[in-house]
């Protein structure tokens, strides 16, 4: 043990799970094993409470009113975004763009960057992107004549960075990685990335969605250009979600809609708009959302992030060693360094199949192709079963998911 | 037998099953008794959209039935097709039309008729159907 994880408060889970009302209900007659937190996290009361707290005690639109409700929504919206950057240790709380969520905030990026990007230019993407991390990009190659190429990645689930180093020139314009892969939840290096891209002037883009809720990314220190969350990933609620952006680069980028609150003047001849960040906020934001997103990371952060990965990985870890333990299972994501997701199949059984029966024993898991196709493509395989994992799971939970899936295995095969 | 007939012969099979598992276990089964698409006919043209599993069918006339064959990668949804195709296969197109699809809801499968779904039972019945309504005209 290292000193500092014997500084590490340990994380007690049972007072934990008792901050989720959703983890005391019944699916099929059996107590729900939630282990499909990469597609969405459970609620923690005090963000439900935050979100109650606002629509009974201060609804109001932000930014415009002079009245008491509108002058404490727009405090508490405003104070959302600056723990936000604190957080994620951004420079400026107007770094911050309050998106819907990280599709949002790359579609965002890639539509300012149309003007910027001309034939002959090369986007890089990695060969482990959510479908959100590549379609924009490809909408936008076909925009500018720009050509996307793939970084490749290795059987493990790693990407080659050989390969990166040899497809990075000075027609390198855009780089987009996923800090942690949702389908198989390898940790990127991000750094090295960033700081290779940075030699051959390319601005790069980190999608942060799947790992927000495990590690906590100091963007400062990664130097990175932008960098996208959904909320709904980390405790908060859906459709709210934040897209870091280097000043100079959300200076450079155009509006990407129009409308209210991104304006400074409006006339028929000529609109001017609104300073940071407000010219990416156009029309009414998702209020409540922003400030639960806020009580979120208020929340995650009263238990630690250095507990939380420490008691993911014993979990992980410990689910990895009893999955391996059943006949004929295959992990794919081998990664040295992977985080809170196990994606697996079972020889000659679909895995559509298993998730069918681990569901009817209170088990939610992911089947599918996890919005990756490449990825399933890669391992030429129609899918995976994709346990995911929070820090209010339990040991308890994942000998029930070993459980259901022997059962699985025993009906199907 | 009469489509209505042998749905209810379903609902009397299925009706022996005290829990889930077993009839899981009946379904799996039925599905290992599917009349088998040919490989032939296993083509892109014949997947029904919206599963997550792929399901092929395959329809051709029989005189004035319509017989229908299909396939799964998946063992589950290839007992689902093979419910549906005992129900309907060799019928008139137009009682393959009228057919109510009510049983699915008796035999405890109605948590698979959400049309969201990912199984797409619902597509499935609509593909049937749908072959039906292009049969039916073709007969006329």
Known sequence: ?????????????????????????????????????????????????????????????????????????????????????????IAYPYEVIFTSGTTDSINLVANGFTSFLKEGDEVLV????????????????????????????????????????????????????????????????IKEIIDAAHKVGAAVLVDGAQAAAHIKADLQALDVDFYTVSAHKMCGPTGVGMLYGKEEWLK????????????????????????????FEAGTPNICGGIAFGAALDYMN??????????????????????????????????????????????????????TIVDKLGIAVRTGHHCAQPIMDFYKIPGTVRASFSFYNNKEEVDKLVEAVKRARNMLQ | MTIKEIQEEIIDEFSMFDDWMQRYEYMIELGKSLPLIEEQYKTDDNLIKGCQSKVWVHAELDGDRLVFTADSDAIITKGIIAILVRAFSNQKPQDIIDADTGFIDEIGLKEHLSPTRANGLVSMIKQLKLYAVAYQTQLK
């Open chain 1, 302 to 355: 009263s238990i630690g992030f250095d507990a939380i990965a420490q008691y993911e990985d014993e979990l992980v870890e410990y689910a990895t060693e009893q999955l391996l333990t059943i006949d004929g299972l295959k992990i794919y994501g081998t990664a040295a360094h992977k985080t809170s997701v196990i994606s697996f199949n079972i020889e000659g059984i679909h895995p559509y199949d298993i998730g």
């Open chain 1, 252 to 279: 450079k980028l155009p509006p990407y809609q129009g409308g209210g609150e991104m304006i400074a003047e409006v006339t028929f001849e000529k609109t001017t708009y609104a300073d940071l960040p407000h010219k």
């Open chain 1, 126 to 189: 990695s060969a482990m992107e959510h479908h959100s991390n590549i379609v924009p990009w490809q909408m936008l190659c076909e925009r500018t004549g720009a050509t996307l190429k793939v970084i490749p990645m290795n059987l493990e689930g790693e990407l080659v960075m050989e390969g990166y180093y040899n497809l990075l020139s000075d027609k390198t314009k855009l780089v987009f990685c996923n800090h942690v892969s949702n389908a198989l939840g390898t940790i990127n290096p």
């Open chain 1, 1 to 89: 043990m290292t000193e500092k994880n014997i500084l590490i408060e340990k994380l007690d889970v049972n007072t934990i799970r008792k901050d989720f009302p959703i983890l005391q209900r019944e699916v099929n007659g059996q107590p729900l094993v939630y282990l499909d937190n990469a597609a969405t996290s459970q609620t923690p009361q005090q963000v439900i409470d935050a979100i109650v707290d606002y629509y009974q005690n201060y609804n109001a639109n932000i930014h415009r009113g002079v009245h008491t409700l509108s002058q404490e929504a727009t405090d508490a919206y405003e104070a959302a975004r600056q723990k936000i950057q604190k957080h994620f240790n």
